[in-house]
């Protein structure tokens, strides 16, 4: 994994792509690391490293007919 500045060259995903215009509009600096699906904390703990910075991870959960959201 490797700790990159600012936009990807590469096309993202819409959302992914506002977050990046709403940066560069601002004139906020910003890093990145493109990983894989981070889905155990093994992952989670590599990026954590590559980035210098503590993170955690989300788990939402939701009952079989998905009528509620337990956070």
Not at 2 to 27: A, S, W
Not at 53 to 62: M, P, R, S
Request: aromatic share 6%.
């Amino acid at each position: 994994m490797e700790l990159k500045q600012g936009r990807p060259q590469e096309k993202r995903i819409d959302k992914e792509e506002r977050v990046y215009d709403l940066l560069d509009q601002l004139n906020i600096d910003y890093q990145r690391i493109d990983h894989e699906k981070a889905d155990t904390m093994g992952i989670c703990l590599e990026i954590e490293k590559s980035l210098q910075a503590t993170i955690c991870k989300n788990l939402f959960l939701v009952n079989s007919n998905k009528a509620n959201i337990i956070y």
